[in-house]
């Protein structure tokens, strides 16, 4: 505001003059904005740093069984800390895999025209729309007892093989929901993309997979950065699809709803709800830096 | 790898004789896109042949297959069947562009964003696998070349327009290409920086005889830069020629009028071996017969009255600095363009006086 206002001092011209007296325009616009900031600040208070300094506040208080802090309790009992560490790896392994096969896609989507394109494109963020119940759901009909996998490894073996009810299935399950958003991203990225620089380094004599080192991944690697941290995060808090899998599947959001619902043991559930919002906004809060693009957090 | 190991020996050749360039029957159609009309034909099947060592200039208005003349050529672009594309005894048509040994000049400039200057004109070197001093060393030479002393580290976003398209110029020089192709490589700079640009190119595609074949819009840029000129019409070659050639005996209409400004003056009849035009008549021994002859601004000179062959009334006056353009009605369809000496002075509505040198007209032959 202020070099708006010291302009408008020096150059009438840039705020109203009225007998040739100027009215800064800044000042104005200023105490105007005052005015419509007061409810939203209201609204960010009651609705969102109050709870929340609640929450911090309430993840320091005592664990029901042991009575150590809950903060400390996360970082040092064995049970929460591998149901952190088992989020942590499980979110990794998701948006790197999701990054690099959607990658590949988007990246020959974006550059090929075929018949049936935009049937495909829409048939690809179709899983978009699905809640995590409904994706939990499909990841039983492809890996669960009685699913498509389980069918065929009977006929085949005699056996019954599934890996729904367990990491697996969810990594498959968070997989499903990740890559059609990648693929979108980075077909988004590789069109906005100017193609005479893959046509200047082919021209150089790069080959197909130069080209990609050298000039497309540098080139997408903003769209890529931002949209791997998006699928980090969407996994972390994801809760739809572990809980329609089985509450045995050892994740923080699941710790944090039986801690909640079963023991009522309200400081772990703050601590480990605290630790998991932390972890997701540090991951898209280095996303922007390096992307520097906007990042938007995930559902 | 094979074709690796080939390629680096190429990159490593003495600076060789240059190579002549042909297109045969290269002519390009893109089907019709969908839910829109039929096929469109960019460019008709054509021949040309650039001699070892010339600059070509593909001159045209836009839309008239100047770019895709150019990127069959580089292999970005495949011909319809039956087109062919010679590097000099080398058919590269099947050959993809990596393969071509060509350097490319982009409008963009298409410089690669992560790098900085040095790393960008050393990209191809870097591919073709030479040894970390041979690519210090023709960086080094580049540089100098292009005159980018002192900005090798820069990343490339902080240079100006001018010093971006030196850089790419540098970079695909670097490689020694068999044939540099330019595609209106001055099209985004401002004019003062276009024309300093545009004589050092020229200095340079002559110093470095290099085939060449170099895109543009602008006669003027054409007129300098070209050994020849091919000036396209919707997806053919209107004319072939030297400069020279193509502005003073235009093959068309087209072409006398799409390369400078050009009087059309129509002949109504002949009288004692003089022809009538608008506002007077001309003297000359040839050109009975004709029905329309033609003649340059520049060929028009002012007389007095009395001996003026042609007279007419100054209907506007342009003011360009080393001349000016006067519009003089002469009673004919359009008025006829004079360049005149900057100095003298005119009014609209002042009569002038006007003669033509038998020299400075000439016919074209698809003129009606
Ligand atoms: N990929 C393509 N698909 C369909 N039509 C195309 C394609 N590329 C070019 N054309 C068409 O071919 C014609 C010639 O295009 P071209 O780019 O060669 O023109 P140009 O002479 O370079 O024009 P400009 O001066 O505007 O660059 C144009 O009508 C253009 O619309
Ligand atoms: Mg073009």
Redesign the interface.
């Known amino acids: 505001m202020s070099p708006d206002r010291r302009e408008s001092r020096r150059q009438p011209r840039s705020g109203a003059v009225f007998e040739g007296r100027s009215v800064p325009k800044g000042r104005r616009r200023l105490r105007g904005w005052s005015w419509m900031l007061a409810p939203a600040l209201g609204f960010f208070l009651a609705f969102w740093l109050l709870p929340f300094v609640r929450l911090i506040v309430m993840g320091a208080g005592p664990d029901n069984n042991t009575g150590i802090a809950g903060y400390w309790m996360v970082l040092t009992h064995e049970q929460y800390l591998s149901s952190l560490m088992s989020t942590l790896l499980l979110s990794i392994a998701v948006s790197v895999s999701a990054v690099l096969i959607a990658g590949f896609c988007g990246y020959f989507l974006a550059r090929h025209q075929f018949p049936g394109k935009s049937w495909l494109l829409s048939m690809l963020t179709f899983p978009l729309a699905f809640p995590g119940v409904v994706v939990g759901f499909l990841v039983i009909m492809l890996g669960g007892r009685q699913g498509a996998l389980a069918q065929l490894s009977l006929w085949a073996t005699g056996e019954r093989w599934t890996f729904a009810y367990s990491l697996t299935g969810l990594f498959v399950g968070y997989l499903y929901f990740s890559i059609p958003r990648v693929i979108m991203t980075v077909m988004a990225a590789c069109e906005k993309m100017d193609t005479s620089l893959e046509e200047a380094a082919r021209s150089l004599g790069a080959n197909t997979r130069q080209v990609v080192v050298d000039v497309i991944i540098p080139a997408i690697r903003p769209a890529l950065i931002s949209t791997g941290a998006i699928c980090f995060a969407t996994s972390m808090g994801a809760f739809g699809t572990v809980f329609t899998l089985g509450t045995r599947i050892n994740v923080v959001p699941i710790a944090i709803y039986g801690e909640f619902t079963n023991y009522a043991n309200f400081a772990m559930a703050a601590a480990l709800s605290v630790i998991l919002g932390l972890v997701t906004w540090i991951s898209l809060f280095f996303a922007r830096r390096l992307s520097g693009e906007y990042v938007g957090g995930g559902a | 790898m094979a074709t690796n190991i080939v ?1 680096n020996e190429n ?1 490593n050749r003495p600076a060789t004789a240059p190579i002549s360039l042909r297109l045969r029957h290269c002519g390009r159609t893109f089907p019709g896109t969908r839910g829109s009309h039929a096929p469109h034909v960019a460019l008709q099947p054509l021949d040309l042949d650039v001699e070892p060592g010339e600059t070509l200039v593909l001159l045209g208005p836009s839309g008239c297959g100047k770019t895709t003349t150019l990127r069959i050529i ?1 292999g ?1 672009e495949q011909p319809d069947i039956g087109g062919q594309v010679w590097f000099g005894e080398e058919d590269v048509t099947q050959l ?9 000049v ?1 409008q ?1 400039y ?5 790098m900085n200057v040095e790393a960008n004109i050393a ?2 070197l870097r ?2 696998g030479l040894s970390p001093d041979d690519i210090r060393r023709r960086v080094g030479e580049m540089v100098d070349m292009v005159h980018l002393n002192g900005l090798e580290r820069r990343p490339v976003h902080e240079l100006s327009g001018g010093q971006k398209q030196r850089v ?1 110029l540098a ?2 020089l670097a ?1 020694r ?1 068999r044939v540099l192709l330019f595609d209106e490589p001055l099209a985004a700079l401002d004019a003062k920086l276009r024309d300093r640009l545009r004589v050092d190119i020229g200095q340079l595609l002559r110093s470095l005889g290099i085939t060449s074949v170099y895109v543009t819009h602008d006669q003027a840029e054409a007129m300098a830069l070209g050994d020849r000129i091919a000036v396209m019409e919707n997806g053919r070659i209107a004319q072939l020629g030297t400069p020279r050639e193509i502005y003073h005996h235009p093959g068309s209409a087209f072409v006398a009028d799409f390369i400078g400004s050009v009087n059309r003056l129509e002949i109504k009849g002949a009288e004692e071996g003089q022809l009538m035009v608008a506002g007077g008549r001309l003297s000359v021994a040839r050109y009975h017969g004709a029905s329309v002859l033609y003649c340059r601004p520049e060929d028009i000179e002012v007389c007095p009255v009395t001996q003026a062959a042609i007279t007419g009334r100054v209907l506007q006056t342009f003011f360009l600095g080393q001349s000016q353009r006067l519009f003089v009605d002469t009673g004919a369809e359009t008025p006829l363009q004079v360049e005149s000496p900057s100095r003298e002075q005119w009014l609209p509505g002042q009569t002038i006086g006007l003669s033509i040198a038998e020299e400075a007209l000439f016919s074209i032959a698809d003129a009606q």
Not at chain 2, 96 to 104: L, Q
Not at chain 2, 110 to 114: I, Y
């Open positions: 390629r990159s580089s970005l993809p562009i990596e393969k071509r040994d060509v350097g490319m982009f963009n298409a410089l690669f964003p992560n990209y191809g591919i073709r790419a970079r695909a490689v290409p």
